[in-house]
């Protein structure tokens, strides 16, 4: 499995995983992934094995605060526990702190906890709920992941403040 950038002839693929991995409500129209991996502010990375898309990160940079904003996060279910989520997720991460952005910010769905294990486990908090947040009704919580940079101070690595 490798990761790379977006290209134009990927979208109806993305838009078919992004259908099978999430409900209606959830899920995104074509029109919409479009406008989302066209925004200026904008990065889609891809997961291949071989010739097939496994799995998809959109992610954007908030126009007025240092942020990333993760859009979706996809993984077809037989590559699931695989590695390609992480693979996604730290190429995102990675990405927020090239821009040196001090935040990356997501929303799931209250009652997908395993969705919500993970990013847990990748060090995201939940910051507040939204309720009605999907156009099916469902909530949603808003997880925040503070990102932590390095600065050599005195020959010692320290924090740099949020």
Not at 9 to 15: F, Q, Y
Not at 44 to 58: C, K, P, Q, S
Not at 143 to 146: A, D
């Given at each position: 499995m490798q990761l790379r950038p977006f290209r134009i002839?990927?979208?109806?693929?993305?838009?078919?995983?992004d259908?099978?991995?999430?409900?209606?409500?959830i899920s995104y129209s074509r029109t919409e992934l479009g406008r989302f991996?066209?925004?200026r502010q904008s990065r889609?990375?891809?997961?291949?094995?071989?010739?097939?898309?496994?799995?998809?990160?959109?992610a954007n940079r908030h126009p007025m605060q240092p942020l990333a904003h993760i859009?979706?996060?996809d993984v077809i279910e037989p590559w699931r526990r695989r590695g390609v989520g992480?693979?996604?997720?730290d190429?995102?991460?990675?990405?927020?702190?090239?821009?040196?952005l001090k935040a990356v910010a997501l929303e799931t769905a209250e009652h997908n906890r395993p969705a919500q294990k993970f990013y847990a486990a990748r060090g995201y908090v939940k910051h507040e709920k939204l309720e009605h947040y999907y156009t099916d009704g469902a909530a949603a919580w808003v997880?925040?992941?503070?990102l932590e940079e390095k600065s050599k101070v005195g020959g010692r690595m320290s924090k740099v403040d949020r």
């Open positions: 002839s990927d979208l109806d693929t993305l838009c078919l995983i259908q099978a991995c999430f409900p209606p409500g991996i066209a925004h889609t990375w891809v997961a291949e094995d071989g010739r097939e898309i496994v799995g998809f990160l959109i859009i979706t996060i992480r693979a996604l997720m190429a995102a991460e990675n990405w927020a702190r090239e821009q040196r997880m925040v992941k503070w």
